[in-house]
């Protein structure tokens, strides 16, 4: 099994680009999440999903869409990058909310100019 | 407002030490509270604890969880350096998983 698989891994941006950060599970997990972790402020979840065709919102979702056309995968888009968008971010996984474990990608850090 | 709250912040020990990390926690419909290890790259996993008063343990690790008083406890003993890392804990509510902003450990040699 792969887990959670995020793509890029690094990735620099100017402001006002946009770009897609990639994440596919192949553990058949109904939610998927999408976290930014910036020092001191832990992690803060952006976007999430409890299924196929549907997401919502997180603590910080504003600049960032998300979509999920399948259980496996749940992309990130910037739509148009800003500096306070640099930050290192984190797809993460779970069977179900309410039994625990939260499987996590390996990160994708990301830098706005 | 749902919220997980840890302390220290961050915690300097030499090996061989033994540390207590903590996390309270204020949520509604409590079900479980998750421990991570973060070193360089993605959070791995430590435990899970739902019943208050049971001890998790692995190793040097162990947790426990008071659901009474609404936080639970990581301790480590005899530290090494590789026990380096911040140290998350994290509580499942709704259809969100709320963390706490880390404890950072170093164990110097």
């Known amino acids: 099994n792969a887990g959670v698989t995020q793509t890029p891994k690094f990735q620099v941006l100017k402001t006002g680009q946009s770009m897609t950060l990639q994440c596919a599970q192949d553990?058949?997990?109904?939610?998927m999440s999408w976290y930014r972790q910036d020092p001191g402020m832990g992690l803060r979840l952006i976007h999430y999903s409890v299924g196929a065709g549907i997401t919502d919102q997180g603590e910080v979702p504003n600049g960032y869409n998300v979509s999920r056309s399948t259980t496996e995968d749940f992309p990130l888009r910037l739509l148009s990058a800003a500096p306070s968008q640099t930050s290192v971010y984190f797809c993460?996984?779970?069977?179900?909310?309410?039994?625990?474990?939260?499987?996590f990608g390996e990160g994708s850090r990301l830098t706005v100019l | 407002e749902d919220k997980v709250v840890q302390s220290p912040l961050s915690l300097v020990v030499h090996e061989g030490d033994t540390v207590t990390l903590n996390c309270s926690y204020e949520v509604t419909n409590f079900r479980s509270l998750l421990w991570y290890k973060q070193e360089k790259k993605a959070p791995t996993f430590l435990f899970m604890l739902t019943s208050s008063g049971i001890e998790k343990k692995s190793g040097r690790l162990s947790s426990i969880l008071d659901k009474k008083e609404l936080f639970s406890i990581l301790n480590i003993t005899a530290t090494q350096t590789g026990d380096s890392a911040v140290y998350l804990c994290?509580?499942?509510?709704?259809?969100?998983?709320?963390f706490g902003t880390g404890t950072s450990l170093t164990v110097i040699p």
């Open positions: 553990m058949n997990h109904e939610y």
């Open positions: 994290a509580v499942p509510t709704g259809n969100q998983f709320y």
């Open positions: 993460a996984s779970s069977y179900w909310v309410s039994t625990g474990e939260l499987f």
